[in-house]
Every structure is written in C-alpha cells, then in structure tokens.
T-cell receptor
Framework: NAGVTQTPKFRVLKTGQSMTLLCAQD?????MYWYRQDPGMGLRLIHY???????AKGEVPDGYNVSRLKKQNFLLGLESAAPSQTSVYFC??????????????FGEGSRLTVL | RKEVEQDPGPFNVPEGATVAFNCTYS??????FFWYRQDCRKEPKLLMS???SGNEDGRFTAQLNRASQYISLLIRDSKLSDSATYLC?????????????FGQGTTLQVKP
C-alpha cells in the first residue's frame, strides 16, 4: 500500500524556472493538501482541495498554482521559481465525512532548492 | 499572535526523564487537536489525537485545557528513540475541509 507518494523528492531550480510537484494517493481520500515547511516556521498550508475539480487557497498561496483533475492526484506548480520558495514541500490527504478521524497522511516530502 | 504556538526548544533530557510540552491555540471554537511526531528529514506522522477527557497511550499522555486554550503532551520514561520534533495541530473549526494548522514544533533530544 503506497499511501501518499510525492515526485520528485529532490529538485534544484534556477530563479525563474517552472516546475510541477506531483502528489498521488491510493487511499481514495477526498481531501488533499500542500504544505511547505521552513525552519522555525512549522508547516504552512499553501493550497488544498476538498474534491476532484476543486481547489482553494491556504495560508501562503502566492507564487503557486494547483490542480486536482483526478481524485487521486494533486499537482503543485511553480510558474516562476524564486529563492524564497526554497523549502520542503509536503502533500497530505485525509478522508472526508464519516470516514474522517482528522488524521492527515503525509507524503515523504519534496526538497526544492531555488538558486 | 500565531494561531497555534509551541516552544521550539530544544528540550534536552536524560533517558528516563519525564518531559512535557504545551501548545496554545487562539481560536476558542477549535474542536479537534492532535500531536504529530516528525523525525529528522521525514514526514510528520500522527502520534495521538487529543480528547476532551485526556487520553493515554503507553508512556504518552495528551490533555486538553479548553479554559486556557492549550493542549499538552507528557512523555514518561523518555527513550533515546523519542528524540524527534513534536508538532501540535488544530483543526480549523467549522470549515469541513479537514484543514489543520500546525505549530512550529518542539524539538526533543533524549541523551544517554
């Protein structure tokens, strides 16, 4: 059972380049999230989705876009990377409704460095 | 004031010690609370949910104080393997989105 899988796990970008992080979950979860984690800042929510075809902004959405075309996938895009986006990115998912225990299931993280 | 706050530590304790962490939250309407454990360069994993009546899982005890708006985690008989960062998380109330707000984490180092 793979759970939540993030690709790539590591990436180095130059300022201005674009890239997409892919998150895939095989647990049929309705809700999915993208967080970033920086030293001393904890986990901050970038964007989230409560179902296929829906996305919403979190706490720190600027500079990022997301898409949820399929229920199992949640993509995070950086159109023009900036050094301030150097971070560790975590995707998470959780079921909705009666199946929900409140627990988020995280991927292993994607370490992004923007030079 | 941050929505969820923790003392980042580090807490350096000897093996066998008892250590406690607190986490304060600002939204009095919050209903669901959690402690996550994060090992170095790994993803966070749920350690335990925090119930109103308090709950215990082996050496770990979590408690909720609604009046003062904080949750706590008590670790008894600390082991070397308890060394990690402990994140508290609070569900955004009435959002029906499952969103969690995390504290910045408290680092625990258990020394031999």
């Amino acid at each position: 059972n793979a759970g939540v899988t993030q690709t790539p796990k590591f990436r180095v970008l130059k300022t201005g380049q674009s890239m997409t992080l892919l998150c895939a979950q095989d647990m049929n979860h309705e809700y999915m999230y993208w967080y970033r984690q920086d030293p001393g800042m904890g986990l901050r929510l970038i964007h989230y989705s409560v179902g296929e075809g829906t996305t919403a902004k979190g706490e720190v959405p600027d500079g990022y876009n997301v898409s949820r075309l399929k229920k199992q996938n949640f993509l995070l895009g950086l159109e023009s990377a900036a050094p301030s986006q150097t971070s560790v990115y975590f995707c998470a998912s959780t079921p909705s409704g009666s199946e929900s225990t409140g627990e988020l299931f995280f991927g292993e993280g994607s370490r992004l460095t923007v030079l | 004031r941050k929505e969820v706050e923790q003392d980042p530590g580090p807490f350096n304790v000897p093996e066998g010690a008892t250590v406690a962490f607190n986490c304060t939250y600002s939204n009095s309407a919050s209903q669901s609370f959690f402690w996550y454990r994060q090992d170095c360069r790994k993803e966070p994993k749920l350690l335990m949910s925090v119930y109103s009546s308090g709950n215990e899982d082996g050496r770990f005890t979590a408690q909720l104080n609604r009046a003062s708006q904080y949750i706590s985690l008590l670790i008894r008989d600390s082991k070397l393997s308890d060394s990690a960062t402990y994140l508290c998380a609070v569900e955004v109330p009435s959002s029906n989105t499952g969103k969690l707000i995390f504290g910045q984490g408290t680092t625990l180092q258990v020394k031999p």
